[in-house]
């Protein structure tokens, strides 16, 4: 029952933030977002079960059908809004707080030098623009903007917009 409710909370969350969405059976039949939270957490109950491999095949059919990739050990809070999702890959070791967007093409992942804790962990309420890339087990505080096609490799506070403009990284910009 408690699946259902978040799924149908989910759901709420897409419709409510999306202009382009009508109603939530539309959600329910054509967003891949949507589709893709089915899977994650099917696939984690499954892994904290320590039932790997099916876990990771369930993960692996859903990324197949939606050209979304969440690893089946990522945990990921309430109200997730992933617009566009094409491209998006989410590590075994990343967090992803309540109410949060991430747009098509952004990637939470490990830079290839940390062993255990290897991807970020987001707060609550932050925006990942297209084609982001937050590398490593970093830190992204609440309510962060993270602007398109910026990579982001350190620790970011509250309350803070990063953004990439010609190769250079601003950050602690106004909201």
Do not use: W
Request: net charge positive.
């Amino acid at each position: 029952m408690l699946f259902l409710k978040q799924l149908y909370e989910d759901a709420q969350n897409i419709k409510m933030k999306d202009p382009a969405c009508r109603n939530i059976l539309e959600v329910v039949l054509l967003y891949p977002g949507f589709h893709i939270l089915i899977f994650h957490r099917i696939a984690h109950f499954l892994y904290k079960h320590k039932m790997l491999f099916i876990a990771r095949l369930i993960s692996q059919i859903g990324r197949f059908l939606t050209g979304i990739e969440i690893h089946p050990g990522a945990k990921i809070g309430r109200r997730l809004f992933i617009d566009h999702g094409m491209g998006i890959v989410i590590g075994e070791t990343s967090t992803i707080g309540d109410d949060c967007t991430i747009y098509h093409n952004s990637t939470l992942g490990g830079t290839g030098k940390d062993k255990n804790k290897r991807h970020p962990d987001i707060g609550n309420h932050v925006i990942i623009g297209a084609g982001a890339k937050i590398l490593g087990p970093i830190k992204i505080g609440n309510y962060v903007k993270i602007g398109a096609n910026s990579t982001v490799l350190k620790n970011i506070p509250d309350n803070v917009t990063v953004i990439k403009f010609n190769e250079i990284i601003y950050h602690n910009l106004k909201k």
